[in-house]
């Protein structure tokens, strides 16, 4: 079971919900102004106060999203990484650009979880009966996600530390830039997260959705082994599908290795990937 959907099992009903209400039912009492940009964005600020302190009175969420990928680092580093031969740098090295992204997308997919959880629980509905900005609550989910996202990948980059993993890249500036590019390319993923979570509605079904397009792309990739151990008709999709691009980039960058050429081939999936399901998202919110 997901974090999400962990946090979810005792709760009957959304945390913090009746301050949104208030806020956008004050707006219409005062006279149902049009939504002009600073409306759109007062309305993403409360629905995003709304996830935060939903996050912070459920502490599970941490907690939860922590233990996974720990147990994969503690997994790859002493049980598999002794037989990954990893050519020109230590595997702890090699290991945690992909662990970093991998814990961005599996925190991406609670979005779809916990905007199903919204939807069954009828506060979606509610929105949607006020004048809001139709795509506040999906920014809204999103950017609390990827707030989640920062949180766990600082913690993650101190388990990292304790169990050998270190920075080379030539300045601190190509460390900082790499780990933007994971946060980046993660909330795009959420994008997708909040259409599957759109579209399909039931929790349950959305965790299983969630995680259908996550497992072939984050264990199919370069994130654990080098692709060239892969066999030869996997070999071409796992060289150029968007996660490993996105490791193969935060890899050079953190290890001071020619970095370019994955930096902009991460940048063009992030824009794909939002150009697609950013308005595929808001149709179906609209849709409901």
Same mark, same amino acid.
């Given at each position: ?33 049009? $939504? ?27 907690? /939860?999203?922590?233990?996974? =990928? ?9 049980? /598999? ?42 506060? +979606?509905?509610?929105?949607? @009966? ?11 989910? @999103?950017?609390?996600? $990827? ?33 933007? $590019?994971? $946060? ?18 039931? =929790? ?11 497992? =072939? ?55 794909? +990937? ?15």
């Amino acid at each position: 079971m997901s974090p999400e959907a962990h946090s979810h099992v005792s709760r009957e009903r959304p945390v913090g919900a009746e301050d949104v209400c208030e806020a956008a039912v004050a707006r219409a009492l005062a006279g149902s102004r049009p $939504l002009s940009p600073r409306v759109a964005l007062s309305d993403f600020g409360a629905i995003t106060q709304r996830y935060i302190i939903h996050f912070w009175r459920v502490p599970q969420l941490l907690v /939860f999203s922590i233990i996974q =990928p720990v147990m994969f680092v503690l997994l790859f580093r002493y049980v /598999f990484g002794g037989a990954i031969p990893v050519p020109g740098m230590s595997y702890v090295d090699y290991l945690m650009p992909g662990i970093f992204v991998q814990t961005a997308l599996f925190g991406g997919a609670s979005t779809a979880i916990g905007l199903a959880f919204d939807l069954k629980g009828g506060i +979606i509905d509610r929105f949607r @009966t006020l004048p809001m900005a139709r795509s506040a609550v999906l920014a809204g989910r @999103t950017t609390t996600d $990827l707030l989640r996202n920062i949180m766990v990948i600082i913690i993650m980059l101190v388990v990292g530390t304790l169990v050998g993993f270190r920075f080379h890249g030539t300045t601190w500036a190509h460390d900082v830039f790499g780990i933007l $590019l994971i $946060l980046a390319f993660g909330y795009s993923f959420s994008w997708l997260y909040a259409t599957i979570g759109m579209t399909i509605k039931d =929790p349950e079904t959305a965790q299983l959705a969630g995680f259908i397009p996550l497992f =072939p792309l984050v264990f199919a990739s370069s994130a654990f082994v080098p692709v060239e151990t892969m066999p030869s008709w996997l070999q071409t999709f796992a060289t150029y599908q968007p996660v490993s691009v996105t490791v193969s980039a935060a890899r050079a960058l953190f290890n001071g290795q020619p970095a370019w050429h994955y930096v902009w081939q991460v940048m063009i999936w992030i824009v794909v +990937i939002f150009a697609i399901f950013m308005p595929l998202a808001v149709r179906a919110y609209r849709r409901l």
